[in-house]
């Protein structure tokens, strides 16, 4: 009964998905006010209705109800609560119904969050992301059912993939959703402007906080998966540039371009059809990732069961949603206009420079990740690309733009001097370049890879403290605490995320480049040496768990004779599968990990132990962790909070040209006098 | 006497064999680290998107033996990747080989940004010849008084 | 930019109907790599490629293990009983009793099973998923592969007219 309701359910939401986007689309096209007041409760609606069908197959993973299909296939009667809770998302039909949930969720914030929007351009964009989720839940209903039922009802599921029983699961795939759906704000809002022919500094001031916000939990979601595979995989790896792993990371390469790209929008309203184009980009890009996931074209540890079927109904939406975008671009971009004019050097042109090597670097990571299909369908042989490709085009790619974020942030509108900026900097880059070598040499072998990171973290590091040393003595403030408080929550923000790319900079040049690892045939009370780390092995014994085995060794840590660790690494066979897993034993510190994991099994007694030094790991997640967070600081400044404290305003509606006019003008005036 | 000598003998025989069956060569670590980096280069067939080196599949462990005792006979890296590809294909590289099929692939980002640089530049020395507007000295003092003041529509 | 998306879309549209997981064999127009194993039913005797010279034929790569060796065995029993083509096995990574009760047990549509039991053969095959099938012609030379277990839609369309140009030519 329950399963019956969810899809019914799904079908009301889709209906009023498909009436709320054609009507609110077609209102504000013509202006007729009740039409578009439509469209804040029928977004709600359509939340409300996915959330009832989300809460049901919740509820049938709960109770474990093993005649819906999927539940058959993702649970097992012996699997704990709160993974049969995550297993609704352990699967394609779950995730896309969590996908249409989040969906939902993002509509319903932007109904609310919109009241001092012009109505006409709310109706658009959530108009626009009504089609976006009508394509979602017709895919669903169409194709992957969640609700399916199955007979003869089996005695027992299938059980959830043993690497996705793990509390990280309960957080990635929401998470990572929330920043990939949350794209579609942004082009919810590009396709608005495109439609409406209007697009000036306040429609970027309107999506910018959308944007950033998705951004934050894009990263997140990305950083949640990284660490997660690193202590779940056993072998100490954190970024395979695996063609699903790619998928998340290009629509955040170009949502970081998308974000900078806005913030020269709202702040000298130039830029604005990159913009536009910028944002059906990261969109397009997610929509991309979604089909590579789900249509088997791609081979990926992560890849979702496959069907033909699926992979052509994506495929055919995403070229309607995309192509259909690309084509109203070229219609429409041209009646946007150009915007204000720079100067070759000035932080316009930096931050353009910026977005070209952040495009660049996600087309080709799309280039390296879709080449072996390429060749493939043109017959002209089978190849591999892996990590020793991305890496080798990745790193010569973004180290300018690390080098740019130093001068970038400094540099001024319109007009910046090179010179001037040389002279604000030059200690800066003295220090760094002392730092980075003095430290390279003392703390391991030194190489030029290890230097060149660290000069380039060390740079970010130094030119923020410039920047901000330069914003508390400029400004107008009387105490120190009065001046550090008068900067703005965005600047902060912006500052935090770029320290965050420095930190994360430094994890991963320390961590490739002074990592040690040994593989190690080791019987009770044979030791190891790695990384200046003692390793004893102690025993091994068979415990049973939940719904699984395993051999539990115990291994004991020790430096210059001190107990550092005690580590117990797992080789657990799960009841329901029968390739053994690895799980590894970590102790995680500040400037290292030792990494611990069981190989095969030699005898009783025996193991092949695969020994890690991982030094400076965790900085890679730190650094994600503190962009996140830049964003979230960035996302609350108060300019996007602040209702206008002057009464004699009247609530913004659709703009005058005059007024808008005024607006931009005194932006753009109060910049050049100061 | 001589029963006993046979029995030691057999006993010590059979327990050489079942060593030599059991235990993985451990007494060489260069040249293991040589197999693992080796390996470490060439893709799992079975899994394939680890490495010969980290894959648990039966298969790569045979890979790893293979090139073990290539190693062993003398050949070099070059020679023994030469091996697997005639036996495997391009594919079981996992760093795509630079060849005429792959040179779009290798110099595809370099184009990428030297096509954006390029517009870009293009487009910024365009804009220099459109007409910036200047700000005259009368409009900056009212400009300045307007700022000054506490009106309302200016923020 | 359009064209370039469209280009795009009609690649992943191609892509739908291949697998990425299939890895062709670079030994299709070489010549078959040579060995000489024991028989699987009589470790006394040799079989060897070279036995082969002058007849088309197919080898197939099983193991009592394979868990989809079993669906396309009776799909080789019945074509070895039409005798189109002579059916050679190579038992892969297998021990010698296991291999010879799965024959007992299910039928046994080959000529003569090859004993591969520590896999070296395979190996120098670029065997890395069992079932395997090739299709040798009259001078030893590899001319098809077939990855996965052969279906009767692939004995029709692929191995049997093939086979039967490789006869005549």
């Known amino acids: 009964m329950i399963p019956e309701i969810g899809q019914f359910a799904l079908a009301l939401a889709l209906v009023i998905a498909l009436a709320q986007s054609v009507i609110s689309l077609v209102g504000a096209a013509r202006g007729e006010a009740a039409w578009m007041r439509f469209a804040r409760p029928a977004a709600l609606g359509q939340f409300i209705f996915v959330a009832i069908a989300f809460g049901c197959l919740m509820y049938s993973f709960i109770n474990k109800d093993f005649s819906v299909a999927f539940v058959a296939a993702n649970s097992n009667s012996a699997l704990p609560l709160q993974y049969r809770i995550a ?110 022919g209007r697009l000036d500094a306040t429609w970027a001031r309107w999506s910018r906080p959308w944007t950033i916000v998705a951004w934050t ?95 052509i109904f994506i495929l055919a939406f995403l070229t309607v949603v995309v192509g259909g975008s690309l084509a109203l671009f070229a219609w429409r971009a041209p009646r946007i206009g150009l915007g204000g004019s720079f100067d070759p050097v000035s932080r316009e042109s930096l931050l353009l420079t910026n977005n070209v090597l952040l495009v660049a670097a996600a087309g080709s990571v799309l280039l390296g990740t879709l080449y072996p299909l390429v060749l493939d369908a043109l017959g002209l042989g089978k190849i591999s690309v892996g990590p020793p490709y991305f890496e080798t085009i990745f790193v010569p790619l973004m180290t300018p733009a690390l080098f740019l974020m130093g001068i970038g942030p400094l540099a001024r509108w319109k007009k910046a001097s090179l010179p001037k900026l040389a002279q604000r900097l030059r200690w800066a880059f003295a220090v760094s370049v002392a730092t980075a070598l003095l430290l390279s040499f003392t703390i391991g072998r030194a190489s030029v890879w290890v230097s060149l990171g660290l000069l380039l973290a060390l740079w970010i590091a130094a030119s923020g403290v410039v920047n901000i040393w330069g914003r508390v003595s400029n400004s107008s403030g009387t105490s120190l605490t009065a ?16 320290l965050g790319v420095a930190v994360f900079v430094v994890g991963v040049t320390l961590e490739k480049g002074y990592d040690t690892q040994k593989d190690v ?38 430096k210059d004779g001190k107990l550092i660790a005690v580590l117990h690494p797992e080789k657990r ?27 095969d099994p030699v005898d009783s007694s025996t193991w092949i132990v695969r020994l890690q030094f991982k030094p400076f790991v965790q900085w890679i997640w730190g650094g994600c962790l503190l962009m996140a967070l830049g964003g979230l600081l960035a996302a609350r400044d108060r300019r996007y909070r602040v209702e206008t404290r002057r009464p004699s305003i009247a609530p913004y509606t659709a703009p005058s040209t005059a007024a808008a006019g005024v607006r931009l003008g005194s932006t753009v005036i109060r910049e050049t006098l100061h | 006497m001589g029963k006993v000598l046979v029995l030691i003998l057999a006993a010590l025989a ?26 470490g280069t060439l ?112 923020r | 930019m359009l064209a370039v998306f469209i280009a795009l879309v009609a690649l992943l549209a191609d892509g739908l109907t291949l ?30 490629e070279r036995d082969m010279v002058g007849k088309v034929w197919l080898l197939n790569v099983w193991a009592s293990w394979c868990v989809s060796c079993r669906e396309e065995h009776p799909v080789l029993l019945e074509f070895a009983k039409s005798d189109v083509v002579p059916v050679y096995g190579l038992d892969y990574k297998d021990t010698r009793e296991d291999g010879v009760a799965l024959l007992e047990r299910f039928g046994d549509p080959y000529r003569i099973s090859a004993f591969d039991s520590e896999g070296k053969v395979g190996i120098d095959y670029g065997v890395y998923g069992v079932p395997e099938t090739y299709v040798i012609d009259k001078r030893g030379v590899i001319r098809y592969k077939q990855i996965g277990p052969i279906t009767p839609d692939i004995l029709k369309h692929k191995i049997i007219p093939l086979v039967t140009r490789l006869n005549n030519g």
């Open chain 1, 521 to 558: 045939r080791m019987g009770p009370g044979a030791t190891a040496q790695v990384g200046g780390y003692t390793f004893r092995f102690d025993d091994v014994e068979q415990i049973t768990g939940p719904n699984y085995t395993a051999a539990h060794a115990t291994i004991t840590a020790m």
């Open chain 1, 573 to 599: 066979v799960y009841a329901s599968q029968e390739s053994p897993m690895t799980e590894a034993a970590i102790d995680r510190g500040f400037t290292r990990d030792l990494y611990v994991s069981l190989g």
């Open chain 1, 87 to 196: 297993a609704v998302w352990g699967g394609h039909e779950g995730s896309l119904l969590l996908w249409a949930l989040i969906l939902g969720a993002w509509m319903a914030a932007v109904g609310i969050f919109s009241r001092r929007l012009p109505e006409d351009m709310v109706a658009r964009v959530l108009g626009v992301m009504g089609l976006v989720n009508v394509g979602f839940l017709s895919f669903m209903l169409f194709t992957s059912n969640p609700f399916d039922r199955l007979f003869p009802v089996p005695p027992d599921g299938r059980d959830l993939n043993p690497l996705l029983q793990d509390p990280t699961m309960v957080l990635h795939p929401p998470v990572l959703y929330t920043g990939y759906v949350g794209f579609s704000v942004a082009f919810a809002f590009a396709i608005a402007a495109l439609l409406s």
């Open chain 3, 19 to 48: 697998d990425p997981h299939v890895v062709p064999s670079p030994l299709i127009n070489k010549p078959a790599p040579h060995f000489e194993l024991p028989q699987l039913r009589d470790a006394n005797k040799i079989f060897s």
């Open chain 2, 43 to 154: 893709r799992c067939l079975v899994c394939q998107n680890e490495t010969i080196a980290d894959s648990p599949a039966d298969l790569a462990k045979d890979l790893r033996k293979q090139i073990r005792e290539k190693m062993q006979q003398g050949l070099s890296d070059r020679q023994i990747i030469n091996y697997m590809v005639a036996r495997y294909g391009d594919f079981v590289l996992y760093r795509p080989p630079l060849k005429a099929t792959t040179i779009l692939l290798w110099f595809g980002p370099l184009l990428f940004v030297a096509a954006g640089l390029g517009a870009l530049f293009y487009r910024l020395m365009r804009r220099r010849k459109d007409a910036v507007l200047e700000v005259s000295e009368a409009d900056r003092a009212r400009a300045a008084a307007l700022l000054k003041s506490d009106s309302p529509e200016i």
């Open chain 2, 14 to 39: 059979i327990d050489i064999a079942y060593a030599a069956d059991r235990a993985p060569a451990q007494e060489d670590p260069q040249l293991d680290q040589r197999v693992m980096a080796l390996a």
């Open chain 1, 217 to 311: 939990f894009l990263t997140l979601g990305i950083m949640l998966g990284s660490a997660w595979s690193y202590y779940v995989l056993g072998w100490g790896g954190w970024w395979f540039w695996d063609p699903v792993e790619n998928a998340s990371f290009m629509p955040w390469l170009v949502g970081t371009a998308l974000i900078h790209s806005l913030a020269v929008t709202e702040k000298r309203g130039t830029f604005r059809s990159w913009t536009v184009l910028l944002a059906i980009f990261a969109f397009s890009l997610s929509l991309l990732g979604t089909f590579l996931v789900r249509s088997g074209v791609l081979s990926s540890v992560h890849a979702f069961a496959t069907d033909p079927r699926r992979g």
């Open chain 1, 483 to 498: 001046r550090f408080a008068g900067i703005s929550s965005a600047y902060y923000g912006m500052l935090l995320a770029h």
